[in-house]
């Protein structure tokens, strides 16, 4: 039955989110964003969903659901966080803003079945809060809305410790309120940095293609489990090119330790038996195409790539990305982790299946 439902995903990127779904079981029948290099290869990795490119502040409801296939029961995504983080200039009059509103407003004019909303932790915090809750109470009267939860990665089995905030509802008249124990339930064991890309070291490159991607083959033998989850059926997985760095650069980054950061650049070198920290997205050409700085492999003097700053933020070997490495980045960046949206959905998706066993639920209406 869950395999029945209609979701869509708006600020959708790349599709970290939209991945979580599709691995607890949900249809993504579209998805909206404005950006179109973030989003170029959406439809390599989900070529099943209506991928839309549109300013999500102008999108009427009536429209989510036509693009969707006549209804939709879920919304969920991450409306832009830069006016709302704690790193950062949080103005006002950031006009990124105004689309939290957005996506509560979007929640009343298509009546999912639930809904979920995720962002940064600074949203819970200062004037950040009084304007979340103001976005709830526009909704509470036709949602259960669960206390906004922060919720790091790392307690979901990825293997980077990255923050995020959900806000979570659910129709009145459907199901129980998810509270924060569904989402409690969901929690593995945290996965290290080793687990997570030592096996990407021993890969083959095998070749680029006409569009600039890089494909690597991986050689076969014992990994970890949870590298064994990520890799594709064939072991080929694209974006693991090296940084040409000086020698210079080299020899300094060589010199720091791991857990330390590099003084120079600031640099955070991984620790093995450790966890990553949230790797930072960058901005975009309208705000100065800043790359943000990149952690350093724990065993080799160079910044991590591509592939190793995906798996370690939870994504399958066989998501695509982009041939430049600034804009996977900032893919990568943006997106939530697969691994914790799955979670996430399992919650969501167990709490569903027992409200639809309850004769008075229905499923639509």
Known sequence: MIGDLRLAEVFCGTGGFSSGAHRAGFKVAAAFDIDPILTSAYKKNFPNTNLVIADVGKLTGPQIIEKSGGRIDGLFGGPPCQGFSSIGLRQPDDHRRELLRHFFRLVL???PSFFIMENVPGLWHGENRRELLECIGTVDERYHVAPPMILNATDFGAATKRSRLFVIGTRKGLCDPLSHADIEAQKKRPVTVSEAIYDLMEAVHIGDDVDGFDYWQLRKGTVSGYASSLRSPDGRFTGNRLTKHTSGVVERFSKVSPGTVDKVGRHFKLSPEGFCPTIRAGTGSDR??????????????????????????????????????????????????????????????HKLEIGFVKPKFRLYG
């Open 288 to 349: 100065g195409s800043y790359q943000a700085v990149r952690p350093l492999h724990p065993l080799e003097p160079r910044v991590i790539t591509v592939r190793e700053a995906a798996r370690l933020q939870g994504f399958p070997d066989d998501h695509v990305f982009h041939p430049t490495v600034w804009h996977s980045f900032r893919m990568i960046g943006n997106s939530v982790s697969p691994i914790m949206g799955k979670a996430i959905f399992d919650a969501m998706r």
């Open 109 to 111: 004019e298509t009546e």
